[in-house]
């Protein structure tokens, strides 16, 4: 089982819809075990209704949700640490530093595993790309994950996403996260609208649903992405 966790303020609106999108855009058998918790969340049990209604408009499943507040060990315990906004994401290296290179928020994670902020662009853009260009594309994250994870990887284009076919044997989970982590390094600087979602509590229901949307958009690609979502070993 692969951890995945979604951070957000109070484990309300962003973070389950994170979590349990993503959970229904995985393939049959995934590995991957998304999960979720706020900064300032209080425990309790049951979804908000707004968040299910939209949620379940979308195809999620809203049955079964307990909020939670995030805490240092679910942060060390997931091999993925993936926050709706920055602030959430500063929040995830503040209780464990040493996770620091597996903590993102869900727009850069996704950005930089297109290939930085022009690859989304292009992306989102639908612009064609050239087999030949696609090819060295894939190549060099394939070589680059492979070199991370101690072995070879095996990956496919989808959408001008890098796409892992079977990360628990190509490449492996770990392999992908330090590629993306290099690339944080290596790219520049974008403005927080580009790495954030904002903020929907006390909004009116359309911007709910459109805040839905936009993770819904950044989690499929992130399904497409970690596959089955094997961890190295």
Not at 1 to 29: D, I, K, Q, Y
Not at 33 to 57: D, F, I
Not at 81 to 88: M, P, S
Not at 214 to 228: C, H, K, N, Y
Request: proline share 5%; glycine share 12%.
């Amino acid at each position: 089982m692969t951890r995945v966790l979604f951070v957000c303020t109070g484990n309300v609106h962003r973070s389950v819809f994170a979590e349990r999108l993503l959970a229904a855009r995985l393939p049959p058998g995934s590995a991957v075990r998304p999960e979720s918790a706020g900064t300032e969340a209080r425990p309790r049990p049951g979804m908000e209704n707004s968040t299910r209604a939209v949620l379940e408009r979308l195809g999620g499943d809203g049955s079964g949700f307990s909020a939670r507040p995030l805490t240092a060990q679910l942060v060390a315990e997931a091999a993925l640490v993936l926050g709706l906004a920055r602030e959430h994401r500063e929040a995830a290296v503040r209780l464990a530093p040493s996770a620091m290179r597996r903590c993102f928020t869900l727009k850069e994670f996704v950005r930089l595993a297109a290939g930085g902020v022009d690859g989304a662009r292009a992306r989102d853009a639908a612009v064609a790309v050239d087999d030949s260009v696609a090819t060295g594309a894939v190549d060099g994250l394939r070589t680059a994950a492979g070199s991370a994870a101690g072995g070879a990887g095996r990956w496919a284009v989808s959408g001008g996403m890098m796409d892992g076919e079977d990360l628990g044997v190509a490449g492996g989970f770990d392999g992908v996260v330090a590629v993306v982590a290099a690339r944080r390094g290596a790219t520049a600087p974008v403005a927080a609208a580009e790495d954030d979602v904002p903020d929907p509590w006390a909004q009116p229901h359309d911007v709910l649903y459109d805040c839905a949307r936009e993770i819904d958009r950044a989690v499929s690609r992130l399904a497409l992405l970690l596959g089955s979502g094997g961890a190295s070993a």
